[in-house]
């Protein structure tokens, strides 16, 4: 049984904390760091940075990271927007790394599964382009981070997507359909976008997916 400070309890975050505590010690930590501090939950041997990039972020992470013990395992929860050169992502990354060389980075795609549904929130709206997805689900997330958490993995940094994905119009389509919500309308054909793997994921963890198909994310579908 281990320590597990988990920094942000959103969507992610509180299932994360669902899941960790049937085998772990987990305490959710807001960015009042003040209180965080008081109630000693910086001192744990996993700390799960999960808060999103935005208002105070770097100093957040500047303030908490400086309290933690230099043998815990930090795991980062970045974005695939790094390789889109977003600055909040990258300086985000960069700072982490220089105060705890160990940290495990997972750029993760778009989250989506359960009600979350691609095509959902953009029903009825015109799209610029058609482009190629880089989605994961969110029960992929979780088993990933419990992977790592398990084989006290240090000091790397994944590509988490999952491996099969299609264009936004082929999913966007298919979700309209099975949920019942407007097509959206893209102004132009597909376009290629970001082609990521997560080959070195697979072969670091030995991790096989979950929900391996973007198009097969929300089968059976929701009652």
Not at 60 to 74: N, P, Y
Request: glycine share 6%; proline share 2%; with cysteine.
């Amino acid at each position: 049984m281990k320590k597990v400070s988990i920094l942000g309890c959103g969507w992610v975050g509180k299932a994360l904390a669902d899941v960790l505590a049937k085998e772990h010690t987990v305490n959710c930590l807001s960015r009042d760091m003040e209180e965080n501090e008081k109630a000693k939950m910086y001192d744990c041997d996993v700390f799960i940075i999960a808060i999103p990039p935005r208002d105070n972020y770097l100093e957040v992470l500047e303030e908490s990271v400086k309290q933690l013990h230099a043998k815990t395992q930090v795991i980062l929860l970045s974005s695939i927007s790094f390789y889109d050169g977003k600055t909040l992502v990258v300086q985000a990354e960069s700072l982490v790394h220089s105060l705890h060389n160990d940290v495990v980075i997972l750029r993760l795609g778009g989250l989506m599964g359960y009600d979350r549904i691609a095509g959902k929130y953009t029903a009825g709206k015109v799209l610029t382009s058609d482009t190629r997805t880089n989605y994961i689900h969110r029960d992929d997330v979780l088993e990933i981070i419990l992977c790592v958490i398990a084989k006290d993995l240090r000091g790397e940094a994944f590509k988490v997507v999952a491996p099969l994905q299609s264009t936004k119009k082929v999913l966007f389509d298919q979700n309209a359909e099975q949920f019942g919500f407007e097509k959206t309308d893209f102004l132009a054909g597909d376009e290629e976008g970001k082609v990521l793997s997560p080959k070195k994921l697979c072969e670091r963890l030995g991790y096989t997916f979950l929900k391996e198909d973007v198009l097969e994310f929300w089968q059976p579908a929701l009652v």
